[in-house]
């Protein structure tokens, strides 16, 4: 069972502001069948491998979010081993564009759609304001254009707050690369692997770790909000008896 009581729901699936309780933009996205995870799950050794490298790979990224918050705040950031590669990445990206944060991690409610979460950044980005989630994924998946658009549409309820006119993933990465083959390693919740055009023979000459950003724009603003409403309605039923218990 995703959650042990209701207790534990009230607490890691929602909000609660003011007096009212809002479902998590997260929690309701995390409906949706993610096959790259069934993929990873295959690929590792057990279950509990699994699980557990995944738990660490959350908390690395969460390490990341901690640091470019503090970044995008004018602070000095934590930086620790693996945090590293990433802000230096995410420095990288701000030396190249220009980005003027509007708000930094900031929790955003829909009271029209009866959701809320945490946006990561609403920036000024080349004179576009937008909705920038930060991932410390290996790739830019459409799903997050899901809570991307559930972002922008809680941004545009309130005339004091800043009207995005897109979304965009900001993807921080780190990876060494082979000076032979230009295979590419990455260590994941301690977990390493292995990609790119490699070849099995080579002995490997891993270069430093490295940081890379990759800045991604998710157009389909409308397609992604029905979705994300779609995937409220399917997680609220999913939910039904702990929201019945909620509301009493
Ligand atoms: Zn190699």
């Excluded at 738990?55 to 690395?60: G, I, T």
């Excluded at 809320?116 to 290996?138: C, H, M, Q, R």
Aim: charged fraction near 30%; charge should be negative.
């Amino acid at each position: 069972m995703e959650y042990d009581s209701l207790d534990d729901f009230r607490e890691r699936a929602g909000y609660v502001i003011g007096d009212m309780w809002y479902p998590r933009v997260t929690s309701i996205v995390n409906i949706k069948s993610k096959p790259a995870l069934y993929r990873y799950y295959a690929n590792m050794p057990g279950w509990r491998a699994a699980d557990e490298a995944k738990e660490r790979s959350a908390e690395e990224g969460s390490r990341v979010h901690d640091a470019a918050e503090a970044v995008l705040r004018g602070y000095e950031p934590i930086i620790d081993e693996f945090t590293r590669p990433a802000v230096e990445a995410l420095m990288e990206f701000l030396r190249n564009t220009h980005v003027k944060p509007l708000l930094v991690e900031e929790r955003l409610v829909s009271r029209l759609h009866h959701y809320a979460g945490t946006v990561d950044l609403v920036a000024e980005v080349n004179g576009v304001i937008g909705v920038v989630d930060i991932k410390t994924s290996k790739a830019v998946y459409r799903d997050y254009g899901l809570q991307t658009a559930a972002y922008a549409a809680a941004l545009r309820e309130d005339p004091a707050l800043p009207h995005p006119a897109t979304s965009w993933v900001l993807r921080l990465d780190q990876c060494r690369t082979c000076a032979n083959c230009s295979g590419s390693m990455r260590t994941k919740g301690g977990t390493v692997r292995v990609n790119g055009k490699g070849s099995r023979s080579c002995a490997h000459a891993w270069g430093p770790m490295t940081g890379q950003f990759e800045f991604k724009e998710l157009a389909d603003h409308e397609a992604d909000f029905k979705a994300f409403l779609a995937a409220k309605d399917l997680w609220e039923w999913e939910h039904r008896d702990f929201l019945q218990r909620l509301t009493k």
